[in-house]
């Protein structure tokens, strides 16, 4: 059985930092595209980056680029997304996905496996 599990939400102040990590168990997604999207309350899921296999990496969300970089360790099946000069806009549940093939997806109806999500509140 798949699974993503997201960690290292919590809570921080506007200006700071938080890495968040996805591991992936059940199958190995090394070649297979991941992505970050995100949920505001009240607010449709939101694309927010995406990798290849390779490292190439697409943002979704122009509000992100510069201060969140997605990384992925193929031999560990993990997926990162360091969020950097945090904004209290920031916050949402973070959710990690993962695509059955290996091109980028932009839409949450391209991914075929998530996570449970993991809450990210940026204070003001």
Do not use: H
Request: charged share 15%; proline share 2%.
């Amino acid at each position: 059985q798949v699974q993503l599990v997201e960690s290292g939400g919590g809570l921080v102040q506007a200006g700071g930092s938080l890495r968040l990590s996805c591991a992936a168990s059940g199958r190995t997604f090394s070649n297979n595209a991941m992505g970050w999207f995100r949920q505001a309350p009240g607010k449709e899921r939101e694309f927010v980056v995406g990798i290849v296999w390779s490292g190439t990496s697409a943002y979704g969300a122009d509000s992100v680029k510069g201060r969140f970089t997605i990384s992925r360790d193929n031999a560990k099946n993990t997926v990162y997304l360091q969020m950097n000069s945090l904004k209290p806009e920031d916050t949402a549940v973070y959710y990690c996905a993962a695509r059955s093939v290996y091109g980028l997806g932009y839409r949450a109806g391209e991914y075929n496996y998530w996570g449970q999500g993991t809450q990210v509140t940026v204070s003001s």
